[in-house]
């Protein structure tokens, strides 16, 4: 039973290249529209998606968890599961392409490479994006010293 759990969250996890939790904070577990929702969001933050694009990819989503929690729950084997997920992910990324515009589909795959070739998992991108914030913190800081000492 604990297998057939971790199968499926390293199935969401892999799948999708995104970090969907397999539970909330209170320790339930999540439903496949919750997983959905919570890829949508972080897809939709990457490349910014249109609402035509969420409903669609939402949908596709939607049926590819509940393709292997069926999977799991009728105890196939490893290399079945195997099997379907990998079909699994190459008609997603296929839908993918036929959903997103050009531009949206190169940002997903390049955010997707950075990712694998990143031990900890975090594209360039977040890493800047968290330094520049870092920095920007820093100087509204050194700002408000400045001010108050020539305020005194």
Known sequence: MKSRRFLLLMFCVVFFGFSAPAQ??????????????????????LISLDDFQKVELHDILVQSARQMKDLLDLGQSQE???FAFENSQRDFENRLKDILTAEQYDNYVKDKREKAMNPDNKSRKDKKDK??????N???????????????
Do not use: H, M
């Open 24 to 45: 909330n904070s209170d320790g339930k577990k999540i439903d496949p529209e919750e997983i959905a929702d919570k890829q949508i969001d972080a897809l939709d933050k």
């Open 80 to 82: 079945d599961i195997r």
């Open 131 to 136: 330094k520049d914030k870092k920095q920007r």
């Open 138 to 152: 820093s100087k509204a800081e050194n700002n408000e010293i400045q001010e108050n000492q020539d305020a005194e």
